[in-house]
């Protein structure tokens, strides 16, 4: 049985000096598509204002199964399948649960 509580996620990005702006426009490219989805409460990118800077994308679902079924998704697996060629780094993800959340 799935998990019924809300979902956030956060994952940050570190592109490569080259490849911020590739980085920046798939990123982007998602928003829309990713929150159309039924389950999507709400899906937002920002960038960090020191050098280097990092892309965060701040993801809140209505429960795991949304998440589950954001990640099934086409548009899903078309940019994860760029994400490589553009980082730095690996992805960072952390998924949270609800402790104490004001809505």
């Known amino acids: 049985m799935a998990d019924e509580s809300p979902v956030?996620?956060?994952?940050?990005?570190t592109p490569t000096p080259e490849t911020s702006g590739r980085l920046q426009a798939l990123l982007e490219g998602m928003v829309a598509p990713t929150r159309a989805e039924a389950g999507c409460h709400s899906y937002n990118l920002f960038t960090t204002q020191e050098d280097g800077a990092e892309f965060v994308l701040l993801e809140c679902y209505e429960d795991s199964s949304a998440l589950e079924a954001h990640r099934a998704s086409t548009h899903y697996k078309?940019?994860?399948?760029?994400?490589?060629?553009l980082l730095a780094a690996p992805i960072n993800v952390t998924v949270l649960a609800p402790v104490d959340v004001l809505d």
């Open 8 to 13: 956030t996620v956060i994952a940050r990005f």
């Open 78 to 85: 078309n940019y994860r399948a760029q994400l490589p060629d």
